[in-house]
């Protein structure tokens, strides 16, 4: 969890997205030119189990940052339309 600054539980890969709301994530993120690591959760059951337990969060996408869960798509997109989400990722994770 601590491996780098931001890491993003979603399903499938930054490359073949297997859901609408991790298309919307990668968008965001891309939109606000943030570096993370991702980790698909879809072939892993102990892992997609141990994620809702620690983030206190039943659905994916789950976004970390520094260690800590941050949110899910739809905290992220309201932390978007706050103007609070740029200041929730460290300069060390935007290119």
């Not at 570096?35 to 789950?62: A, C, S, V």
């Amino acid at each position: 969890m601590n491996s780098c600054p931001v890491i993003i539980f979603i399903k499938g890969t930054p490359q073949n997205p297997k859901c609408g709301f991790t298309r919307t994530l990668l968008q965001i993120l891309k939109d606000h030119n943030v570096e993370f690591t991702y980790y698909d959760i879809i072939d892993d059951e102990y892992m997609r189990y141990w994620l809702r337990e620690y983030g206190n969060w039943p659905t994916y996408p789950q976004v970390f940052v520094n260690g800590k869960f941050v949110g899910g798509l739809d905290i992220i997109k309201e932390s978007v339309a706050k103007g609070e989400f740029s200041n929730q990722i460290p300069s060390s994770a935007k290119t």
